[in-house]
T-cell receptor
Framework: DQQVKQNSPSLSVQEGRISILNCDYTNSMFDYFLWYKKYPAEGPTFLISISSIKDKNEDGRFTVFLNKSAKHLSLHIVPSQPGDSAVYFCAASAGKNDMRFGAGTRLTVKP | DTEVTQTPKHLVMGMTNKKSLKCEQHMGHRAMYWYKQKAKKPPELMFVYSYEKLSINESVPSRFSPECPNSSLLNLHLHALQPEDSALYLC?????????????FGQGTRLTVV
């Protein structure tokens, strides 16, 4: 049972444009959401997170938006850079150390 | 030091072998995790240790046996595995009891069972 879903397996954007990666979840007990970035042959690295008490968190070029009523979150990257090309995982936890991951979206930023 | 170190990076083992995966962190994190990731799938949680005690076991078969000898080390003992257990095994650690549950991941051990 996939509690965290990333329905777009891939996304391609032009350098300088906005990348929007989407994530949906089914478990209403999730109260913390994270985005991880993964390069080939490396483990996932933390990118940005958001608590369920917020609806937006920004860190430089990265912004995460949370819509609790829709059980949806998104990651915006602007402007996108070729170095952002990687697989992006959405993850969620329900107050314990039990982080669940989505299937990932492969982002390709073209120069 | 913000690294989680996993050894070995690659492992090939037969179905009758016994082997161990090792994970080490020196960030003072008291929560440590094992995840399993198959190709084109998300990392799947296997075990969570909190203060060196097993707190979550996601119904993992007994041929996988975790061990946390101290707060810096996490092992995964493997015995009588099946070819379908071939995957990338990821170790992670995080602060315990903090609002920010950001986890740091190791590079993983690529396991092939033949």
């Amino acid at each position: 049972d996939q509690q965290v879903k990333q329905n777009s397996p891939s996304l391609s954007v032009q350098e300088g444009r906005i990348s929007i990666l989407n994530c949906d979840y089914t478990n209403s007990m999730f109260d913390y959401f994270l985005w991880y970035k993964k390069y080939p042959a490396e483990g996932p690295t933390f990118l940005i997170s958001i608590s369920s008490i917020k609806d937006k968190n920004e860190d430089g070029r990265f912004t995460v938006f949370l819509n609790k009523s829709a059980k949806h979150l998104s990651l915006h990257i602007v402007p996108s850079q070729p170095g952002d090309s990687a697989v992006y995982f959405c993850a969620a936890s329900a107050g314990k150390n039990d982080m669940r991951f989505g299937a990932g979206t492969r982002l390709t930023v073209k120069p | 030091d913000t690294e989680v170190t996993q050894t070995p990076k690659h492992l090939v083992m037969g179905m009758t072998n016994k082997k161990s995966l090792k994970c080490e962190q020196h960030m003072g994190h008291r929560a440590m995790y094992w995840y399993k990731q198959k190709a084109k799938k998300p990392p799947e949680l296997m075990f969570v240790y909190s203060y060196e005690k097993l707190s979550i076991n996601e119904s993992v078969p007994s041929r996988f046996s975790p061990e946390c000898p101290n707060s810096s080390l996490l092992n995964l003992h493997l015995h009588a595995l099946q070819p379908e257990d071939s995957a990338l095994y990821l170790c992670a650690s995080s602060q315990q009891g903090r609002a920010n549950t950001e986890a740091f991941f190791g590079q993983g051990t690529r396991l092939t069972v033949v």
